[in-house]
T-cell receptor, first 114, second 114 residues
Framework: KAGVTQTPRYLIKTRGQQVTLSCSPI?????VSWYQQTPGQGLQFLFE???????NKGNFPGRFSGRQFSNSRSEMNVSTLELGDSALYLC?????????????FGPGTRLTVL | AQSVTQPDIHITVSEGASLELRCNYS??????LFWYVQSPGQGLQLLLK??????LVQGIKGFEAEFKRSQSSFNLRKPSVHWSDAAEYFC????????????FGQGTELSVKP
């Protein structure tokens, strides 16, 4: 079974631009969660999508948004980029049926904002 | 609010020595607890999880963890560390009824001396 894939793996943007990251979950998984990882703040939950609906949201500004398609693939968008948005963005997929379900993480997208 | 604390930011052990990584959680109900490992440039991999039953949980790669409700702890242990265990380790809790959301501790970086 193929794992979680994220594209692109690396991205360099400048302040004020916007960016879209993509996540393809494991086949059959209906839940995709996004996390931001920085040295200072650690791993922080952004949001979760389940069956094309946002089911849960973390404490991030509205510049961070996402969506999920009917094939469970998910995209995350960050508008008006700030230097502080530089981070590793991880997505995770699971069946989404139960909080004890194992979440499988992708390798992440490393975003650098200049 | 739920939270996870990993008191040790960095630990160094000699190869072959035993290992214990500490994790304390703050959560009202029975927590769903996880340990993940992240190698450089990689996503997170689940080592083990606890949600009920036997308080000593066995995981992959020879790791185990013990849930102690009285101490609000879920410490990770390994009897004999290998050089390949050098990585960052994250403890996490899944809040009840919040879908796929995970709350992570700050992580413990493990170095292994030859």
């Amino acid at each position: 079974k193929a794992g979680v894939t994220q594209t692109p793996r690396y991205l360099i943007k400048t302040r004020g631009q916007q960016v879209t990251l993509s996540c393809s979950p494991i086949s059959g998984h209906r839940s995709v969660s996004w996390y931001q990882q920085t040295p200072g703040q650690g791993l922080q939950f952004l949001f979760e999508y389940f069956s094309e609906t946002q089911r849960n949201k973390g404490n991030f500004p509205g510049r961070f948004s996402g969506r999920q398609f009917s094939n469970s693939r998910s995209e995350m968008n960050v508008s008006t980029l700030e230097l502080g948005d530089s981070a590793l963005y991880l997505c995770a997929s699971s069946s989404g049926q139960d909080p004890t379900d194992t979440q499988y993480f992708g390798p992440g997208t490393r975003l650098t904002v200049l | 609010a739920q939270s996870v604390t990993q008191p040790d930011i960095h630990i160094t052990v000699s190869e072959g020595a035993s290992l214990e990584l500490r994790c304390n959680y703050s959560y009202g109900a029975t927590p769903y607890l996880f340990w993940y490992v992240q190698s450089p440039g990689q996503g997170l991999q689940l080592l083990l999880k606890y949600f009920s039953g036997d308080t000593l949980v066995q995981g992959i790669k020879g790791f185990e963890a013990e849930f102690k409700r009285s101490q609000s702890s879920f410490n990770l242990r390994k009897p004999s560390v290998h050089w390949s265990d050098a990585a960052e380790y994250f403890c996490a809790v899944a809040p009840y009824n919040q879908g796929g959301k995970l709350i992570f501790g700050q992580g413990t970086e493990l170095s292994v001396k030859p």
